[in-house]
């Protein structure tokens, strides 16, 4: 079975302090997907990142990155210089392959930010 | 811009009743999702279907069920609304067959009283 732990249930930090949200996921697939979403006080959820497991290329994207490494089959997230907007619940999924290739998510617990000014 | 929009953001019933929740996505996806979320347990997947009129379980089925009669439009009901059903949901959509991004309705928070 598929499982996804973030084991960091909150992380509180202050502002323009870097931070590192850890996922670590379990799967038999040797085909998979990684995301990481936000879900900011509004209550939605917001794509950040898809990752397939072919690809172990770290990512950047602004104050953002991403750490992938199949062999401790964990999928990190870092933020540089945080700041208030930050402050969200963020979640890593592990993608999973149904009948006809059809893809469901198995989410982790979630991780609450909160950035303090 | 693509859309799942969520019949109600706050909802607040009575033990007993009979309640639906329903999503809408305007983006021709096959597969819709209904997951609810509670503090400390993350995600969960209540149902999902794969195509109208299909429908599969996901981890916490009991005490749902869902209709899908329509491509763009999957419904929750609560056949006899428990407190320990007061909890947010959200529902979810995705293109069949790729493993991008599921899109997120805004959440519908329920009360049971």
């Known amino acids: 079975a598929q499982k996804v732990t973030q084991a960091q249930t909150e992380i509180s930090v202050v502002e323009k302090e870097d931070v590192t949200l850890d996922c670590v996921y379990e799967?038999?697939?040797?085909?998979?997907?990684l995301f990481w979403y936000k879900q900011p006080p509004s209550g939605e959820l917001v794509f950040l990142i898809r990752?397939?497991?072919?690809?172990?290329q770290n990512e950047i994207s602004g104050r953002y990155s991403w750490n992938f490494q199949k062999s401790t089959s964990s999928f990190n997230f870092t933020i540089t210089a945080s700041q208030v907007v930050d402050s969200a619940v963020y979640f890593c999924a592990l993608s999973e392959e149904g009948r006809g290739s059809n893809y469901k998510l198995t989410f982790g617990k979630g991780t609450l930010l909160t950035v303090n000014p | 811009d693509v859309k799942v929009t969520q019949s109600s953001r706050y909802l607040v019933k009575r033990t007993g009743e009979k309640v639906f929740l329903e999503c809408v996505q305007d983006m021709d996806h096959e597969n819709m999702f209904w997951y609810r979320q509670d503090p400390g347990l993350g995600l969960r997947l209540i149902y999902f279907s794969y195509d109208v009129k299909m429908k599969e379980k996901g981890d916490i089925p009991e005490g749902y069920s869902v209709s899908r009669e329509k491509k763009e439009r999957f419904s929750l009901i609560l056949e006899s609304a428990s407190t320990n059903q007061t909890s947010m949901y959200l529902c979810?959509?995705?293109?069949?067959?790729?493993?991008?991004?599921?899109?997120f309705g805004p959440g519908t928070r329920l009360t049971v009283l």
């Open positions: 799967t038999r697939d040797t085909t998979y997907y």
């Open positions: 979810a959509s995705i293109l069949a067959g790729v493993a991008n991004e599921q899109f």
């Open positions: 990752r397939n497991s072919f690809d172990e």
